[in-house]
């Protein structure tokens, strides 16, 4: 008993980490088979995210492959550092640097979203909001002193928390209720949670490139183990006919 209470102990924090603070996580409902959403994922990616972070265990011509992106396209629109179309999809930003700038070194995102999941990617990267007190003026509900800028906020505008003030037991106690645009950004609400969704399917993607190719074989598989089932019965009836 004592070992199980040491062991939901030292879970604790990892489980806090992983809600983001008990925020409630907003379901990301991403679609690996939508073609057009992970190439568009992959171009926001490129254009907004990969700067900083890299997705280093994934290579230009495997993603240009699998989302079906001609490969001078991908070079041309979605390779900035110039390397070869089989090159890993490194960054060129200097680590020292990075780590000086930020904080620290940005970290690889190819597997975030096997790390963090989906949800926490969606509502995270719909979470930030401005504040002055922050270095990059911005702050995010999910991952409160986040050590980034919003990079985003060109497509969503700027964004400021709304909070409302409840009693509780006795004390004033400001809560946050959500965050809200200013609406000058490039695309409307519904048009940029699109955008955001677009970027976790792409890092899905990224984090398990064979997945539906995985999940197509595992049906296969079921039914080879079907027909077989009911061909080691028949030869077992044959094979315990003559003993009986």
């Given amino acids: 008993m004592k070992r199980i209470v040491v062991a939901l102990f030292a879970l604790l924090p990892a489980l806090t980490f992983a809600a983001g603070g008990n925020v409630h996580l907003d379901e990301a409902d991403y679609d690996l088979s939508d073609k057009a959403s992970l190439q568009n994922g992959a171009k926001l990616f490129m254009n907004y995210c990969a700067g900083?972070?890299?997705?280093?265990?994934?290579?230009?011509?495997?993603?240009?492959?699998?989302?079906?992106?001609?490969?001078?396209?991908?070079?041309?629109?979605?390779?900035?550092?110039?390397?070869?179309?089989?090159?890993?999809?490194?960054?060129?930003?200097?680590?020292a640097d990075a780590a000086n700038w930020?904080?620290?070194?940005?970290?690889?995102?190819?597997?975030?979203?096997?790390?963090?999941?989906?949800?926490?990617?969606?509502?995270?990267?719909?979470?930030?909001?401005?504040?002055?007190?922050?270095?990059?003026g911005v702050?995010?509900?999910?991952?409160?002193?986040?050590?980034?800028?919003?990079?985003?906020?060109?497509?969503?505008?700027?964004?400021?928390?709304?909070?409302?003030?409840?009693?509780?037991?006795?004390?004033?106690?400001?809560?946050?209720?959500?965050?809200?645009?200013?609406?000058n950004g490039e695309l409307s609400a519904g048009e940029y949670d699109q955008a955001v969704l677009d970027i976790v399917n792409f890092l899905v993607y990224s984090g398990d490139p064979v997945k539906l190719e995985r999940q197509r074989m595992g049906y296969w598989v079921l039914g080879f183990l079907v027909i077989f089932f009911f061909?080691?019965?028949?030869?077992?009836?044959?094979?315990?006919?003559?003993?009986?």
């Avoid at 979203?113 to 949800?119: E, I, K, L, S, T």
Wanted: glycine letters at 6%.
């Fill in 139 to 183: 702050n995010n509900l999910v991952f409160p002193s986040v050590g980034m800028p919003h990079v985003l906020e060109p497509l969503q505008g700027s964004a400021h928390l709304e909070t409302e003030t409840r009693l509780v037991d006795g004390v004033e106690v400001v809560t946050p209720v959500g965050i809200e645009s200013d609406g």
């Fill in 231 to 244: 061909v080691a019965y028949l030869l077992k009836k044959e094979y315990w006919r003559d003993v009986h």
């Fill in 52 to 95: 900083c972070h890299s997705t280093q265990y994934q290579r230009y011509n495997r993603v240009a492959q699998d989302l079906d992106i001609p490969e001078d396209v991908m070079q041309a629109n979605l390779n900035f550092t110039g390397v070869a179309i089989g090159e890993l999809m490194e960054n060129s930003i200097p680590e």
């Fill in 102 to 136: 930020f904080g620290a070194a940005p970290p690889d995102l190819t597997l975030v979203a096997r790390v963090r999941g989906a949800d926490w990617l969606y509502t995270y990267l719909r979470s930030f909001y401005k504040d002055d007190s922050r270095p990059f």
